[in-house]
């Protein structure tokens, strides 16, 4: 049996909607949970603020599922920005960026119990003003596969190119927005170039999209999910 997963939503993403995922896991085996979030949780972080109210329930997630399941080591899965939001909880450098932040605890040195990173449609890069701040001090400190410790597996779907027009504004923009380039390949939302990690193992799944809707494939979906699942063993 693979060792216990936590999975940490995207941004503006309550838990309900990664019941598929975390269903799909259980069932090859794979122990999951998914962070308890409410969509009103990340209200806090809008506008580029810290997101350390969100690092603050992964870490009490973690720490509940390693007593339940008493276990020493634990895998992570963040989806969209939840993959950025998970190398910060990773890492030894604290996450001190935001003024408001200066008297709290924000580090939490749990690279020597994670053994897995999945990143699923992560914007690792943005050129985005809000998000820069908590991206760049990422890039920075922990730049790509960062901790020797921890397996690295960056999923990236291809299943929309970017293209100026009016049905495709939105995937467009996003593109730009966030590689700089709104002529690509991606989920819809983030484009494959940003989801990639140097020195991760980096998958592109072909029609898979960013997020759950009826009809389409998303990395949450049962089949989808089997794929980068083997990375959790």
């Not at 580029?48 to 009490?60: A, H, K």
């Not at 020195?199 to 960013?210: C, R």
Request: aromatic share 10%; charged share 15%; hydrophobic share 35%.
């Amino acid at each position: 049996m693979s060792l216990p997963t936590v999975i940490l939503p995207g941004y503006l993403a309550g838990a309900p909607p990664y019941r598929e995922m975390e269903q799909a896991l259980q069932s090859l085996g794979c122990p999951a949970v998914t962070v308890p979030l409410r969509r009103q949780d990340w209200f806090p972080t809008l506008g580029g603020r810290s997101v350390l109210p969100i690092l603050q329930r992964l870490d009490q997630t973690v720490k509940q599922v390693m007593q339940t399941t008493n276990s020493e080591g634990i895998n992570l899965v963040g989806h969209s920005a939840g993959g950025w939001i998970c190398r910060i909880y990773l890492g030894e450098v604290p996450y001190n960026v935001h003024p408001s932040d200066s008297t709290r605890v924000c580090l939490w040195k749990a690279h020597p119990v994670v053994k897995t990173l999945v990143t699923l449609g992560t914007p690792h890069i943005s050129q985005e003003r809000w998000t820069k701040r908590n991206l760049d001090f990422v890039k920075t400190h922990y730049p790509g596969a960062f901790h020797s410790t921890v397996r690295y597996v960056c999923v990236a779907g291809k299943s929309a190119y970017g293209k100026r027009s009016f049905g495709n504004w939105f995937t467009y923009s996003s593109y730009e927005l966030t590689c700089g380039q709104g002529e690509c390949w991606g989920d819809g939302v983030t484009p494959i170039a940003a989801a990639q990690l140097e020195g991760a193992e980096n998958l592109i799944l072909e029609d898979v999209w960013h997020s759950p809707r009826p009809g389409r494939l998303w990395y949450g979906s049962a089949t989808v999910a089997s794929t980068w699942a083997k990375y959790l063993v």
